[in-house]
């Protein structure tokens, strides 16, 4: 019988547009294209290759913020908002469906986890807006970021969890169910976008919005 449930945070549970919104908002202040400063960004946070060497989310986003001025031909005019962006991220608010059914699942008994690529500057803002008690994971706690299988097996051997009693519910493909595929993992997609796949994995179900993932639980 399934009892954990592992969650991805941003995408799934928050919507980052807060983030993204910030992002648009400055470049607009600073006299650049809004929409392709807010492309370049997420881009930017998507490339696993900046983040290796482990670095902390907040270096991240300080780097993708100089990288926006390099790609802008700009000098410390996005990085010079670092701590704006930041407090974006940190007030970041739920999908309409999440606290409910986040309730509901711990009325039902499951344990809750989140996995999460943030750090610990950040995260207890986000875990907070939540409203339920989740044992919360983030990158600067094994010192790696998803897709690293590394993260996914710390998790693993911390709850003794297999196939018969936990189910990974997350938003991103290639961060959450393409790992998922290679360890063997129950994972539930939330593909909150209807986007296609761009692997082979596939997820063990796909659902559109947090709430329809209770049909597929015990």
Known sequence: MTNVLTFDCYGTLLNEDGTYNEIERLAAQIGVDQKLARQRFISYQDDRNNMHPYIDYDLLTRN?????DYQFGLEHQFERYYVEVLQAHRELTPFPEVIEI??????????LVMMSNS????????AKTLR??????TAEDVHAYKPDLKFFKAIEQRYHFNNDNHIHIAQGYGSDVVPCAELGWNCIWVNRDGRKPTGS??????????????????
């Open 102 to 111: 986040l309730q509901t699942f711990v009325d039902r008994g499951y344990k």
């Open 64 to 68: 993708n913020l100089i990288h926006l």
């Open 132 to 137: 339920v008690p989740f044992d919360v994971w």
């Open 201 to 218: 994995e596939r997820p063990m179900h796909e659902v559109r919005t947090l709430d329809e993932v209770m049909q597929y639980l015990d």
């Open 119 to 126: 750090s610990w500057d950040i995260i207890p803002f986000n």
